[in-house]
């Protein structure tokens, strides 16, 4: 079982819908959660961080954390064409350095 | 501050080659991380220091990778003898480890060809 799982889609959805992104984890030591934006032939870019159970909202984005599910997902609302890209789900351990351990990335495309 | 810098953002060379890629952190950051990325994979971790001390290397950096971050700024990852399996994006993340969240920051990467 990999670390960080994630559907690789690709995930369609007209403009204006909601988008809904998934990612299991493994450890249960997990602590941190971040998802990323990388645009093709890109580096990844931050968009949501997040650490306790619950919902955290920024702009379209909202995070969502279960870690008695490993289960953490993201939001898009009000999708627009500009939101295509690949969505990373990364997690941390705080005791294996702060490094990142990535999921394979899911593929959204919004049409207009 | 001007981000994570990589260079050379693109490198073509031939199998048996040595490559070397650089990167320049975030100045204020402590930590800096290696990551390999090939088409339609996340990001794959590699090794990362804290100032100028390699704390871990990952079993995917074989024999024939050396990294080093000799003064705790910039760091340098180079590749002996490539291979063709080696062809993919070289992505370089720093962070403020001791600060809060360790968030990477990531720069622009450097794309490896092995011909």
């Known amino acids: 079982q990999k670390e960080v799982e994630q559907n690789s889609g690709p995930l369609s959805v007209p403009e204006g819908a909601i988008a809904s992104l998934n990612c299991t984890y493994s450890?249960?030591?997990?602590?941190?959660f971040f998802w990323y934006r990388q645009y093709s032939g890109k580096s990844p870019e931050l968009i949501m961080s997040?650490?306790?159970?619950g919902d955290k909202e920024d702009g379209r984005f909202t995070a969502q954390l279960n870690k008695a599910s490993q289960y953490v997902s993201l939001l898009i609302r009000d999708s627009q064409p500009s939101d295509s890209a690949t969505y990373l789900c990364?997690?941390?351990?705080?005791?294996?350095?702060?490094?990142?351990?990535f999921g394979q990335g899911t593929e959204l495309s919004v049409k207009p | 501050d001007t981000g994570v810098s990589q260079n050379p953002r693109h490198k073509i060379t031939k199998r048996g080659q040595n490559v070397t890629f650089r990167c320049d952190p975030i100045s204020e950051h402590n930590r800096l991380y290696w990551y390999r990325q090939t088409l339609g994979q996340g990001p794959e971790f590699l090794t990362y220091f804290q100032n100028e001390a390699q704390l871990e290397k990952s079993r995917l950096l074989s024999d024939r990778f050396s990294a080093e971050r000799p003064k705790g700024s910039f760091s340098t990852l180079e590749i002996q003898r490539t291979e063709q399996g080696d062809s993919a994006m070289y992505l370089c993340?720093?962070?403020?480890w001791g600060s809060g969240a360790n968030v990477l920051t990531f720069g622009a990467g450097s794309r490896l060809t092995v011909l």
């Open positions: 993340a720093s962070s403020s």
């Open positions: 450890d249960r030591v997990s602590q941190s």
């Open positions: 997040i650490y306790s159970n």
């Open positions: 990364a997690v941390s351990l705080y005791n294996q350095g702060g490094k990142l351990i």
